[in-house]
């Protein structure tokens, strides 16, 4: 909505922008008689007339017609939309309804048959009606009205940050007590953007169908793929997602503790850790079993055994000392 204040006693101002929002003469009894005899003054065309001569089904009002749809009494259902369409009066909200509120009209029209039914739909913008603005007092836009045939003053909609036809037309419903449902125009971008992405992952399955098939035919890439899952999972992944277990925890000291007391709790970090090692100890014995038995001299392979034994060493103290930090009464350790 627009906020805005009375600056004076002629015309209103956006408090954001400092902006007139309308801006009207100085009035006087000459003024007061011309809105009394509005009713009389209104033009020839009748309301069903008028709401079958719109593309939209919207009934476009102003300060020569508004009465005609609002007097009271009535026989008639009017759902008025008093809005601020201009540029210059900055209502990003009044922008975003009206083509809702056109879709909400079209669609009643359509689900009776092109009939109003005695329920029409309207709208008057400030440029339009600013004479109007000013004796209904309204101070901000956009506002829907419900005019009914029981009651002289309307029934008003408070706007929501994102409306939509659907969220409107369940207000309606409750007010006029007839469903109004939406009927959306079919979108053709959505078809036409779901034929280029067809078209383009078709095109990318084709030029990548042959590299594809040979990595599914390839032993190594599931003996890799098989393998992190192993140690993935071994490593309690699992337990964090059925647990949602924190990343780090404060240790009430101002730091952090990387690792959780006992064996019913876990963090996030602790199990990323003993998957690293896992992958390393895993690492070393693949390399002594594979790449061990390749080097040609005695002395090469001697020092690959004596390099990966003491990677297992090393790692293997680690995963040690993690567990101890589990449990501190295990007795046993290696180098830590």
Not at 101 to 129: C, E, M, T
Request: charge should be positive; proline fraction near 6%; charged fraction near 15%.
């Amino acid at each position: 909505m627009i906020p805005c204040i009375q600056q004076a006693d002629n015309f209103f101002v956006n408090v954001t922008t400092r902006t007139p929002i309308c801006q009207f003469p100085a009035w006087n009894n000459m003024h007061l008689l011309a809105v009394a005899i509005l009713p009389i003054l209104a033009f020839a065309k009748s309301l069903p007339e008028l709401a079958k001569s719109t593309r939209s089904g919207v009934i476009t009002l102003s300060d020569s017609n508004y009465h005609k749809i609002a007097a009271f009494p009535r026989n008639h259902t009017a759902i008025v939309v008093l809005t601020a369409l201009g540029s210059q009066f900055n209502c990003d909200i009044c922008r975003l309804f009206d083509p809702e509120y056109k879709i909400l009209a079209r669609s009643w029209q359509k689900s009776h048959g092109g009939q109003p039914n005695n329920v029409y739909f309207s709208q008057l913008d400030l440029n339009d009606g600013k004479q109007t603005f000013r004796s209904l007092g309204v101070q901000h836009a956009p506002n829907l009205w419900i005019y009914t045939p029981r009651e002289a003053d309307p029934i008003k909609y408070v706007f929501q940050p994102q409306p939509n036809a659907e969220i409107v037309a369940k207000f309606i419903s409750s007010v006029i007590g007839d469903s109004v449902p939406i009927i959306r125009p079919f979108n053709y971008n959505k078809l036409f953007a779901a034929i280029l992405f067809i078209i383009a992952t078709g095109s990318v399955i084709k030029l990548l169908w042959n590299p594809f098939m040979n990595l599914v035919g390839n032993r190594n890439f599931w003996a890799i793929l098989s393998l992190f899952s192993i140690i993935l999972f071994i490593s309690g992944q699992m337990f964090n997602q059925i647990r949602g277990t924190p990343y780090l925890v404060s240790n009430g000291k101002g730091g952090v503790d990387y690792v959780a007391d006992g064996f019913a709790n876990q963090l996030g970090l602790e199990s990323q850790m003993v998957c690293v090692i896992y992958i390393l100890l895993g690492l070393a014995v693949a390399k002594l079993t594979f790449d061990v038995p390749k080097k040609r001299t005695e002395k090469e392979q001697n020092l690959l055994v004596f390099l990966w034994l003491g990677v297992i060493w090393v790692v293997n103290s680690a995963l040690l000392d993690l567990f101890h930090l589990k449990n501190t009464g295990y007795p046993f350790r290696l180098l830590f």
